[in-house]
């Protein structure tokens, strides 16, 4: 394998390179050949790149040969054929996805928890194969937390990639499973014989991937996706194949499932009478597969201690590596035996996933609650026969989206496996299909529970929004959160409150807060006049808090604490007079983005939003920034502009942004004679050498700009 990487550029390769498209098309018969060559070569260096993570042809000669092809193939049509590199681009939109019948079914693997059960698992296995228990040796493979999928090529040629589905049924996502580069479009099986196979494996997301997607998605302001295992699955129910790619969703094939000669006969055992070749032929195939070499994640041996050791240091390595892993498969290596030990009706008895440390609890799925948020979000809400796990009683876990919904097959009455792994909130890892399924499939609502209105998923957002503004559950959620801590802080009116107070009309909208007849709450049931007395004061002290919390309160859509505090900082006079600025406007203040510029102009353009400021300054609520609060908020670095250059050891670049607007400063993107400082870390270039030419700016180390902060920095 490792002679790949010196491996030189062939010259068949090199002459590609020079060909120009004029010469392409001349005509249909050189244009033929090369596209045939150009789809050899690039599906080789592709496949080299994945498998290896390396590639000696530059990206650039790779993107001039596959633009070469593509515009080939758009001068002649018939040469796109369906292995083609460039139909991993994926177009056109697929608005439902066909359910397929899956070859052999698809079950899931019944679990150890500890070395005792795997050691249990060996002698029950032994046992069961009586005098050919003497034969016996064993696998070990990660078991990737991803998104389950199978393959089925013919003739070569990858027709078909459905999910997991139910195990007997799964989707057909083949647009979307086409753009993922490690999964080869054309596999040389016909060499060993093999006309139809299919082929098993898991989708994933690489940890450092996941983590940039969801950086994104928070600086788009959307919510971040909840975990890898559940963006994987989201990606490939994308309904636009050519949005998959984005997802930079990878590969790991574990298993040739089925293998059919021209015949119809199944040569599978024949080909590999062990696991352990069925994931090398996999791999030599062109297949990433945990046989990939530079993992070490792939075991043989006939000694089941020495398996449970292997896990053991995989355990101990987990966290290095660079996909989630949530514990290891170990599977009975002889297909021959394999198929003695047969399967219960959910697991194959001869392999057992040794699950790493989260802690685990069983219970049953009562029932799904679908709870609109305060943006109308729509949120599937687990409740649970109440169950005790790692010290707390889970009663209710969030589903997050559809998508965690469908992945799971979740049904009500499922028997469902609740896992807490450290500080992560306990969820729903999986249906424990030994138990009987439940009957009713959860499904997710097309209408609004609250008010009945049709639900709405923007594309490219995980949730269903309820988009109607007079909707009670988003008013109700609305109320809850103006009076949060975070908001204007209203003691003695928590969410309980504030619901049966809702539920008895008594708030209908913000305003009514400041309305509240308080006799009437005296003859109320657990309201004493004592209390009653809190809440009228804190609610009379809640009209005199600082202007931020006003605006936080107010619930602009992603307008969290930081953008109030300096959407305050910028009111003169009063809070209407932000209807005045325009979305490039905003965009000027700092880490105010295009969709939350948008959201704040869409806000100060309703009337009724207007109106509520206007009701609830006649109220005496304050709307203005006060004298004070602008002059500690102005900070100490008020007056002054600031530039960071070169690469910074002391703090990220956020970080000394965010220093500098702390504590009033500006920043500004260029040197300029309006640049009062630039700070300079290592390798700092042009812009060191500008300020300096310009003469009047002061230039500080890292630790002299931290010498200007107040001490606690
Ligand atoms: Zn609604």
Redesign the pocket.
């Known amino acids: 394998m490792n002679n790949l990487f010196s491996t030189p550029i062939p010259d068949e390769v090199k002459t590609l390179l020079r060909t120009k498209l004029s010469a392409a098309t001349a005509q249909a018969a050189t244009a033929e050949q090369l596209a045939k060559q150009l789809q050899h070569w690039l599906n080789h260096y592709s496949q080299l790149y994945y498998q290896t993570a390396n590639s000696p042809l530059p990206d650039t000669d790779y993107d001039y040969l596959f633009d070469l092809l593509n515009k080939i193939e758009h001068v002649f049509p018939d040469l796109r054929t369906p292995d083609s590199p460039t139909q991993r681009i994926g177009d056109g939109l697929s608005s439902n996805f066909a359910t397929i019948t899956h070859t052999i079914p698809m079950l899931s693997l019944d679990k150890a928890y500890s070395a005792d059960d795997v050691v249990g698992f060996d002698t029950s296995l032994r046992k069961l194969l009586g005098e050919s228990a003497d034969e016996v040796s064993y696998t070990v493979e990660p078991k990737f937390d991803g998104s389950s999928i199978a393959l089925l090529y013919e003739n070569d040629i990858l027709v078909r990639a459905a999910t997991r589905g139910n195990g007997t049924q799964g989707e057909d996502i083949t647009a979307n499973v086409r753009t993922i580069p490690t999964i080869p479009l054309r596999v040389n099986l016909s060499q060993y014989g093999i006309v139809r196979a299919e082929i098993r494996g898991e989708i994933i997301i690489h940890k450092q991937r996941f983590d940039q997607l969801n950086a994104q998605l928070v600086a788009k302001q959307q919510n971040p996706l909840a975990n890898p295992r559940n963006a994987a699955a989201g990606a490939l129910r994308l309904k636009d194949a050519s949005k998959v790619k984005e997802r930079a969703l990878e590969a790991f094939i574990y298993q040739l499932a089925a293998a059919f000669d021209a015949d119809g006969n199944d040569i599978l055992t024949q080909q590999c009478p062990q696991h352990y070749d069925n994931v090398l032929l996999l791999q030599q195939l062109g297949f990433r597969t945990p046989a990939a070499p530079n993992h070490n994640a792939f075991y043989q041996t006939d000694n089941i201690q020495a398996a449970i050791d292997f896990v053991e240091q995989w355990r101990q390595k987990r966290d290095d590596f660079d996909y989630e892993i949530d514990g290891m498969v170990i599977k009975l290596n002889q297909v021959a035996l394999q198929e003695r030990c047969g399967a219960t009706a959910h697991h194959p008895r001869w392999a057992i996933a040794y699950k790493f440390d989260a802690k685990q609890a069983r219970t049953i799925l009562e029932r799904v609650e679908f709870q609109?948020g305060r943006t109308?979000a729509i949120t599937p809400v687990a409740k649970l026969r109440p169950v005790a796990l790692a010290g707390v009683t889970v009663s209710s876990v969030s589903l997050h989206n559809e998508d965690f919904i469908r992945d799971k097959d979740l049904h009500i009455g499922d028997t469902v496996w609740v896992e807490r792994a450290g500080d992560v909130i306990p969820y729903i890892s999986e249906v424990d299909t030994d138990q009987p399924r439940g009957e009713q499939a959860v499904v997710f609502p097309q209408y609004?529970?609250?008010?009945?209105?049709q639900l709405y998923k923007p594309e490219d957002e995980s949730a269903w929004r309820?988009t109607?503004t007079d909707?009670?559950?988003?008013i109700e959620e609305h109320l809850i959160h103006f009076v949060a801590k975070e908001a204007m802080d209203i003691q003695g009116l928590g969410r309980d409150i504030v619901s049966r107070f809702f539920e008895l009309g008594l708030l209908k909208t913000i305003e009514d807060i400041y309305r509240l007849d308080f006799n009437h709450l005296k003859t109320l049931d657990k309201f004493g006049e004592k209390s009653v007395e809190n809440l009228r004061n804190s609610i009379e002290a809640s009209k005199k808090q600082p202007l931020y919390r006003l605006i936080i309160g107010l619930g602009i859509r992603d307008v969290g604490k930081a953008t109030a505090k300096m959407l305050a900082q910028t009111v003169e006079k009063d809070l209407p007079e932000l209807q005045q600025w325009t979305v490039e406007k905003l965009q000027t203040l700092p880490d105010i983005g295009p969709k939350v510029a948008a959201n704040i102009v869409q806000f100060f353009a309703q009337d009724n939003n207007l109106q509520l400021i206007d009701n609830l300054r006649a109220l005496g609520v304050n709307t203005q920034q006060s004298e004070d609060a602008k002059r500690i908020e102005r900070g100490i670095l008020s007056g002054y502009s600031f530039l960071f250059t070169g690469s910074l050891q002391r703090f990220s670049r956020e970080k000394a942004h965010e220093l500098v607007e702390q504590h009033g400063g500006k920043l500004l993107g260029s040197v300029s004679k309006n640049l009062h400082y630039l700070v300079v870390g290592e390798n700092a270039g042009s812009k060191l050498e500008k300020a300096q030419k310009i003469g009047t700016i002061n230039i500080l180390s890292e630790d002299e700009f931290l010498a200007l902060l107040p001490q606690e920095e």
């Open positions: 609109v109308g609004c529970p609250s008010c009945q209105s309820c109607a909707c009670p559950a988003q």
